[in-house]
């Protein structure tokens, strides 16, 4: 099955590029809906700080890259090793794999796999609040 | 020693092993503190008190308290507890202590508000009335929706399992019989030195659902071995790390210590069933919940841990060194944990309440039926709500004498456009109180009841509950 997110990113305008309606052109290219969570903009650059629909995340971000635009895709996830105990009551929610206990049984955080999902299913699922999170 | 009886056998590890040492972490919420404050100038008799905002109770005389693990703050409900305020004090931390008294001619204080660490107190025990589950559950949900429990937070769906508990390195669960743990025996109590005072409440020997009360010096326990816990939209609770030697003295106690996972079964059990006797959906051991997936109702299911077995291991290593140390010694115990105490539900309260006992005959159509004749029904049957079924009579939707009225208004010639179609809905065993609660949050009025495989039952509106609580029901 498959499940739906919403990927976190970061969309950064340099001098050459903020002048530009990449953002709109993309929407409707793509037809798919970007939501601004932030912008901040002048005519040296800036950022905007977005969320998208994970199944079309892959393509959206491909047409900002190709139209100049640097992303992000956003680490979201903190873990607080001194408050985590390692009991795993985050490992069983993680639709990515993401959290995962490891030959020692110690909790791992792989960012690579919870790159830019702004899921947080674990968050308030840590009896310890040793998961946050960021960005 | 598990490893050493399959490898040489049981003569060997008998000859070979003088202790073998166990150890668990996990939440116990049945655990708490009690503290002595000695006496303030003037002096006062508590009557309400409050560590950090937490209530405590005064069970005692004018300065002894007992603070709760799964007390909650009255500032931060949820997230800070008696057992955040316990660890926090064990830590060293500062807390507030805040207390009212009706004053008397001996203790003439009403009011005290002062800051407080371990150091100022003069007894500060845990006493821990329910600890160390010789096994426990494994949770999972079946409902429609997340739920969050004292088992964790359960996806919809059965899509999550949490279980708890160290299995093979269980204390209990290495001394089944108790033979070796009992009143009197020396523990490993959360870093410090506690005992065992007797079988813990709801000690369930008969299925292996063994535990045991204890208590310890809190002065010298270690924040690496107790913390305090918050389970979302639970409440909070304490972490404790136990540790217990068992003497290896014959051959009967090592067969019992080469215990292994895959012999110690639990059940799987639908939380998601909010009644006293929870569904079980399959018997399960720790070698199988341990690999971190599981089959629930042939499903390959992720599950997580609730307890850490990583910190019961270095419970177990930590007591290990204490013993070969010289630090800590063997007790035996004075009397045996009783191996056959009963753990008995509660007589069953008064009002409680099912949607069995209020569900009734839901007013029915399919999709492609006429608006007209099914405004029709809606006025014969004096009801609000239409329930929506496909020909197995399985739950497609619900419509509302409102969404109706719309549909007329504006000339549809289809009930399609009309239908809710993500219907929150009631299972036939669900208590009113979970009912109304689930009404409340999505401020909606009626929950169409299924069955298990969606299969219609009736319905329930917020008209039959608040028959029910003015007391045309109960009576």
Same mark, same amino acid.
């Given at each position: 099955?498959?499940?739906?997110?919403?990927?976190?990113?970061?969309?950064?305008?340099?001098?050459?590029?903020?002048?530009?309606?990449?953002?709109?052109?993309?929407?409707?290219?793509?037809?798919?809906?970007?939501?601004?969570?932030?912008?901040?903009?002048?005519?040296?650059?800036?950022?905007?700080?977005?969320?998208?629909?994970?199944?079309?995340?892959?393509?959206?971000?491909?047409?900002?890259?190709?139209?100049?635009?640097?992303?992000?895709?956003?680490?979201?996830?903190?873990?607080?090793?001194?408050?985590?105990?390692?009991?795993?009551?985050?490992?069983?929610?993680?639709?990515?794999?993401?959290?995962?206990?490891?030959?020692?049984?110690?909790?791992?955080?792989?960012?690579?796999?919870?790159?830019?999902?702004?899921?947080?299913?674990?968050?308030?699922?840590?009896?310890?609040?040793?998961?946050?999170?960021?960005? | 020693? %598990?490893?050493?009886? &399959?490898?040489?056998?049981? %003569?060997?590890?008998?000859?070979?092993?003088?202790?073998?040492?166990?150890? @668990?972490?996990?939440?116990?919420?049945?655990?708490?503190?009690?503290?002595?404050?000695?006496?303030?100038?003037?002096?006062?008799?508590?009557?309400?008190?409050?560590?950090?905002?937490?209530?405590?109770?005064?069970?005692?005389?004018?300065?002894?308290?007992?603070?709760?693990?799964?007390?909650?703050?009255?500032?931060?409900?949820?997230?800070?507890?008696?057992?955040?305020?316990?660890?926090?004090?064990?830590?060293?931390?500062?807390?507030?202590?805040?207390?009212?008294?009706?004053?008397?001619?001996?203790?003439? #204080?009403?009011?005290?508000?002062? @800051?407080?660490?371990?150091?100022?107190?003069?007894?500060?025990? $845990?006493?821990?009335?329910?600890?160390?589950?010789?096994?426990?559950?494994?949770?999972?949900?079946?409902?429609?929706?997340?739920?969050?429990?004292?088992?964790?937070?359960?996806?919809?769906?059965?899509?999550?399992?949490?279980?708890?508990?160290?299995?093979?390195?269980? /204390?209990?669960?290495?001394?089944?019989?108790?033979?070796?743990?009992?009143?009197?025996?020396?523990?490993?109590?959360?870093?410090?030195?506690?005992?065992?005072?007797?079988?813990?409440?709801?000690?369930? /020997?008969?299925?292996?659902?063994?535990?045991?009360?204890?208590?310890?010096?809190?002065?010298?326990?270690?924040?690496?071995?107790?913390?305090?816990?918050?389970?979302?939209?639970?409440?909070?609770?304490?972490?404790?790390? *136990?540790?217990?030697?068992?003497?290896?003295?014959? &051959?009967?106690?090592?067969?019992?210590?080469?215990?292994?996972?895959?012999?110690?079964? @639990?059940?799987? =059990?639908?939380?998601?069933?909010? #009644?006293?006797?929870?569904?079980?959906?399959?018997?399960?051991?720790?070698?199988?919940?341990?690999?971190?997936?599981?089959?629930?109702?042939?499903?390959?299911?992720?599950?997580?841990?609730?307890?850490?077995?990583?910190?019961?291991?270095?419970?177990? &290593?930590? $007591?290990?060194?204490? *013993?070969?140390?010289?630090?800590?010694?063997?007790?035996?115990?004075?009397?045996?944990?009783?191996?056959?105490?009963?753990? %008995?539900?509660?007589?069953?309260?008064?009002?409680?309440?099912?949607?069995?006992?209020?569900?009734?005959?839901?007013?029915?159509?399919?999709?492609?039926?006429?608006?007209?004749?099914?405004?029709?029904?809606?006025?014969?049957?004096?009801?609000?709500?239409?329930?929506?079924?496909?020909?197995?009579?399985?739950?497609?939707?619900?419509?509302?004498?409102?969404?109706? @009225?719309?549909?007329?208004?504006?000339?549809?010639?289809?009930?399609?456009?009309?239908?809710? #179609?993500?219907?929150?809905?009631?299972?036939?065993? &669900? /208590?009113?109180?979970?009912?109304?609660?689930?009404?409340?949050?999505?401020?909606?009025?009626?929950?169409?009841?299924?069955?298990?495989?969606?299969?219609? $039952?009736?319905? =329930?509106?917020?008209?039959?509950?608040?028959?029910? =609580?003015?007391?045309?029901?109960?009576?």
């Amino acid at each position: 099955m498959e499940v739906e997110y919403l990927v976190r990113v970061m969309f950064r305008f340099d001098k050459e590029t903020v002048d530009k309606p990449i953002t709109s052109q993309v929407i409707l290219e793509q037809g798919v809906p970007i939501n601004i969570l932030s912008a901040h903009m002048n005519q040296r650059g800036g950022e905007i700080l977005a969320e998208i629909d994970s199944r079309s995340a892959e393509k959206v971000i491909k047409a900002f890259r190709e139209k100049g635009v640097t992303v992000d895709v956003r680490r979201l996830i903190e873990k607080d090793d001194e408050l985590c105990v390692d009991c795993g009551g985050c490992v069983s929610i993680c639709p990515m794999d993401a959290l995962t206990l490891d030959e020692g049984r110690a909790v791992t955080l792989h960012e690579d796999q919870c790159n830019g999902v702004t899921c947080g299913l674990c968050v308030d699922a840590c009896p310890q609040r040793a998961l946050r999170l960021i960005g | 020693m %598990k490893d050493l009886v &399959e490898s040489s056998g049981v %003569k060997v590890a008998l000859r070979d092993v003088d202790v073998v040492t166990t150890g @668990t972490f996990g939440a116990m919420c049945s655990s708490g503190a009690v503290i002595n404050l000695g006496h303030a100038d003037p002096p006062i008799k508590i009557e309400k008190a409050w560590i950090n905002d937490v209530p405590v109770s005064h069970p005692g005389a004018a300065v002894d308290l007992f603070i709760g693990a799964s007390q909650m703050s009255e500032t931060d409900p949820f997230e800070y507890g008696g057992g955040h305020a316990i660890t926090d004090l064990i830590g060293g931390k500062e807390v507030e202590l805040r207390a009212t008294a009706p004053g008397t001619d001996c203790y003439p #204080r009403t009011r005290l508000e002062v @800051t407080l660490t371990k150091d100022d107190l003069n007894q500060f025990y $845990l006493i821990n009335f329910r600890n160390c589950y010789q096994r426990y559950a494994c949770a999972t949900n079946g409902r429609d929706e997340i739920i969050y429990t004292y088992m964790g937070k359960l996806l919809p769906h059965y899509r999550n399992a949490n279980y708890s508990g160290s299995g093979e390195l269980n /204390p209990l669960a290495n001394d089944p019989d108790y033979e070796t743990i009992g009143l009197g025996t020396r523990i490993f109590l959360n870093g410090g030195v506690g005992y065992v005072i007797g079988e813990g409440t709801q000690h369930n /020997p008969t299925t292996g659902f063994g535990n045991i009360m204890v208590k310890g010096d809190a002065k010298a326990m270690d924040p690496e071995f107790i913390r305090g816990a918050s389970f979302t939209r639970y409440g909070t609770t304490m972490y404790n790390g *136990i540790g217990i030697p068992i003497p290896v003295l014959n &051959e009967g106690i090592v067969q019992k210590l080469a215990v292994r996972d895959e012999d110690i079964y @639990t059940d799987v =059990v639908d939380y998601g069933v909010p #009644r006293r006797g929870r569904p079980t959906l399959r018997k399960i051991n720790y070698k199988e919940l341990k690999s971190g997936r599981i089959d629930v109702n042939g499903q390959s299911v992720k599950a997580g841990s609730l307890s850490s077995i990583r910190k019961a291991q270095q419970v177990s &290593e930590a $007591l290990k060194h204490w *013993i070969e140390g010289g630090r800590f010694f063997l007790t035996a115990p004075i009397e045996r944990l009783p191996s056959d105490t009963v753990f %008995k539900p509660m007589k069953q309260p008064k009002g409680a309440a099912f949607v069995e006992n209020i569900v009734h005959e839901a007013v029915t159509c399919t999709e492609d039926e006429d608006i007209e004749a099914v405004a029709a029904r809606l006025i014969n049957r004096n009801a609000n709500h239409v329930v929506v079924v496909d020909g197995d009579g399985r739950l497609a939707g619900i419509i509302t004498s409102w969404d109706l @009225t719309k549909s007329i208004a504006n000339g549809g010639d289809g009930l399609g456009d009309y239908i809710v #179609r993500a219907v929150h809905t009631a299972s036939i065993n &669900e /208590p009113l109180e979970a009912v109304s609660k689930t009404l409340a949050e999505h401020n909606i009025s009626a929950l169409p009841v299924i069955d298990g495989e969606r299969r219609v $039952l009736g319905i =329930v509106t917020s008209e039959d509950i608040s028959k029910l =609580v003015g007391g045309r029901v109960l009576g």
